[in-house]
Each structure stands twice: as C-alpha cells, then as structure tokens.
C-alpha cells in the first residue's frame, strides 16, 4: 500500500508531511502548531508574494547567480501559480502564525522549490538540486518580502476594485443630483424641522466626502509605492548584491504597472507598518462618508406613511415574515454594516501597529495585510451594490415634500429680519398650537406684511 506520508527533516529533525503536497517541513511544523482559526492567507496575498519571488529570481537569474535549468524550473513552477492559477490549494497556513509571516514566505518557498524539483525529475521533500532557501529565497528574508507583498497586493486591490467602484459611486451621485435639482425639502437639523433646503444640496454633500475620501486613499496609496525588498531581515540589506533592490523594484513595476519606488529606509517599513495604517484611516474616512449616506436615505425613507417619507426606496425583497407588503431599505442597512465592519478594522490596524511595531520589527504583519483587505474588499462591494439597488433608483416623494413644506414652520425664519425675532417666535408659536401654518397665522394676526407670497415661498429660501 501506497504511503500517504513523506519523511523529511529539517533543523529540528524529522516530520511527516503529506505525500504529494508540494510544501515541506518548516510548513507542515506551521501547520501543526498554528491550528487557531483555521482561516488561511488570502489568495490574492500569496499571488503578489509570487510576483515578488518572480521579480528576485529574474534579477537573481540575470546576475548569474541563479542560472540553467534550476532557474527555468522556478520561474516555470512560479508561472503556473501566476498565469495558470495552479497549486493555490498548497497554502494551507493559518492567518495567525508568527507575526513577520514567515511561515507563509516559506510555504511559498518550499511550494516552488518542491514543484521545480518535479519539473526536473526529482523527488519532492530533498531540496536538491532546488532549494527553498539557498535558491528561491536568494537576497530575501521574511521580514522585506511580506511587507513588499503587502504593499502590492493591497495598492492592486485598490486599483482593481476601490476606485473603480467610488468613481462609478460618484457618477451615480452626479445623475440623482441633476434628477433632484429644483426639489426643496424640509431641511432638519438636531432631527427637529429647520429651514428650507434642496435635496439636491444633501446629495452635494455626500459627493463632496466621498471624493474628498478618495483624494486621501489616494494619497495613501503612493506612500504605499515605497518598497522595502532588498532590505532583508532588518533595512541594512546583508547578504543582498549592490544594486539588487532597485533591479527587483523596477521588476516588479514592470510586472505591475504599478510606479513602485525602493524604499530610502528600508528599515522603516520593516519595523513599522504606518503607511498601512494611514491607508485604513483614509478608508475608516470614506466609510464615515458613506455611514452617513446611507444612515440619511435610510431616515428620509422612513414610512411609508409613518414616517418623513421624502425618498422613495426600490422595493428589492419583502421587507418582513410577518408583515405583509413591508419594505425595508436592507441596502442602506447593508453598507452601514460594512461600514462598522470597517472602523473595527481601522481600530485593529492602529493596535497591530501599536503593539507589534517592537524594535525592529513590526510582528503582526499577517493580521495587518489580513484587516486591510477586507476593508477594501467590503467597502468596494457595499458600495456597489448600494449604488446599483438603491441609488440608481431611488426617487422624491413630491407631494409628500410639497405638504411638509406648506406645513412646516421654520419657514417662519425668513420672517425675522421683517417683523424681529421675537414677533417670528410668535408667529411659529402660535401656528404650533392652533394647527395652522405660517401663511395662515400671519394672515390672522393682520401684520400688513408686504410681499408675504415671495417672503414664504421655500424656493427663494434656498
């Protein structure tokens, strides 16, 4: 019977590993003792640590020191993760490893070095001719590689998927602006009526934050374009040739289209993950932007007859088991909840940088790459689908803003500065407990106040 184990032996002596697994020892001893969550790097993760073993090895190939057939086999077994989406189900450690991500660099190390072997016709487990250290990990160290793999994986996730998706958001925000112009509403302020306002001026503003949003996650991202490969295991670049970061990082720029830059201290970015943060604090902005969207549709779509009832919300599912004909604004609810979601991880980013940024280096690196993902990736998608379910069709309720407006009483206010602020209260006063509105209580009390149609009407307040 065929064995379902391989013995292999490393510094701390032997350890079964699965027979046909491509990982080694360093990742089956990680994936014994790192049994916690039993969730595992996020994929798109372990394909930007790839580019970055790619970008090592060409320059490595290229100055000789990786040369023949042991350099066709690693960029062969590399290209089949990149371009062919293969061996993905060979990354079996746990997000909550050891705080540099090690483990996981070695994976991905023994995982390529493993499959070269095969490719030249030899056994997996024997690390020869190809070696997870000696050749794949050449000029690297755990401790540049994860965070450069941070640095790419999330300013691509940006790219590909955050910014597209606020743009189209503020393409939406552009047409309901253009649909609402001319509609004057109730304006409110401490929840209570206030004076006049257009609706269009609300959506205004929710533009306005989330463009000002993007401008700041934008500037995050290109502090994000410093790299620290080449820095190794602490910025000071031991055991890496002169010239070897810039040629990696022009690698990868090529390899990216992204305009990466080696960092000028690459010790920096070992020992401490600020621009990470920095970034989460631009998305925590974006996220109080679009909280604040949502949290305002999801009120002035209260009702339907109950309630301010000034927008109309699309009728995407039943509202309720129980309730017939009910329906709830579930897409607001929806981004709201990922909004949380997203100033729980802001807070979680500021406490992995503030408790693993120790000496010279920052030990929570798979939490942090882990959270800042998931930012992006749940804003993008919240944002998205709030755009298509309730934005795009989204409406006024005229006459519901007509009547609100013909019985509010702050209207009142445009009063003050003709009869005094004292004469205005009076006015609202008694409107409030006859029942009566403002045109009509100034009527009564015969003030021969000229012009009271012009004076009254919520299209000039505004």
């Known amino acids: 019977m065929k064995e379902k184990t391989r013995i292999e032996e490393d510094a701390l002596g032997?350890?079964?590993?699965?027979?046909?697994?491509?990982?080694?020892?360093?990742?089956?001893?990680?994936?014994?003792?790192?049994?916690?969550?039993?969730q595992r790097m996020p994929v798109e993760f372990i394909l930007s640590l790839a580019k970055v073993k790619r970008a090592c090895l060409v320059v490595n190939s290229a100055a000789g020191d990786i040369a023949g057939e042991v350099s066709e086999a690693i960029m062969q077994a590399i290209d089949e993760i990149l371009r062919n989406g293969k061996h993905l189900d060979q990354f079996p450690v746990d997000v909550y490893q050891t705080g540099s991500g090690t483990q996981t660099n070695m994976n991905l190390n023994e995982v390529l070095a493993n499959r070269a072997n095969e490719v030249l016709g030899h056994e997996l487990g024997k690390k020869s001719p190809v070696h997870p250290n000696d050749h794949v990990n050449m000029g690297q160290s755990s401790n540049d590689v994860i965070p450069t793999a941070m640095h790419l994986v999330v300013l691509e996730t940006i790219r590909s998927e955050l910014v597209p998706t606020v743009d189209e958001l503020i393409e939406t925000l552009d047409r309901k602006i253009d649909e609402f112009e001319g509609v004057v509403k109730v304006g409110r302020t401490h929840l209570q009526d206030a004076i006049p306002i257009p609706l269009s001026t609300e959506f205004k503003v929710y533009r306005r934050q989330i463009e000002a949003s993007l401008v700041q996650i934008q500037r995050a991202a290109d502090e994000l374009m410093e790299i620290p490969i080449g820095g190794t295991a602490v910025g000071t670049g031991l055991n890496t040739p002169d010239g070897f970061a810039e040629e990696v990082v022009k690698e990868l720029s090529k390899m990216t289209g992204l305009p990466l830059r080696s960092s000028p201290l690459k010790a920096e970015s070992i020992a401490s993950h600020g621009k990470i943060v920095g970034l989460s604090s631009a998305l925590r902005m974006l996220a109080l932007a679009a909280l604040k969207m949502a949290n305002d549709i999801r009120w002035m779509g209260t009702g339907p007859r109950a309630g301010l009832s000034e927008l109309k919300i699309p009728v995407n599912e039943p509202g309720s088991s129980i309730m017939p004909g009910k329906v709830n604004p579930t897409q607001a609810e929806a981004l709201i909840q990922v909004c949380i979601r997203v100033l729980g991880n802001d807070a979680t980013l500021a406490q992995a940088e503030a408790y693993g940024s120790v000496l010279d280096l920052n030990v929570t690196k798979p939490l942090m790459v882990?959270?800042?993902?998931?930012?992006?990736?749940?804003?993008?998608?919240?944002?998205?689908?709030?755009?298509?379910?309730?934005l795009d069709d989204l409406e006024p309720n005229l006459e519901h803003i007509r009547e609100q407006l013909d019985e509010s009483l702050m209207i009142v206010t445009r009063l003050s500065p003709v009869v005094g602020y004292d004469k205005a209260s009076e006015i609202a006063k008694r409107a409030l407990e006859s029942g009566k509105t403002i045109r009509e209580t100034v009527e009564e009390m015969n003030l021969g106040i000229e012009g009271i149609d012009e004076l009254l009407d919520p299209k000039k307040m505004v």
């Open 370 to 390: 882990v959270i800042i993902l998931d930012s992006i990736h749940i804003l993008a998608g919240g944002l998205r689908s709030f755009a298509t379910n309730l």
């Open 14 to 38: 032997k350890v079964e590993v699965p027979r046909e697994a491509y990982w080694g020892a360093s990742t089956q001893r990680a994936v014994q003792n790192f049994q916690i969550s039993h």
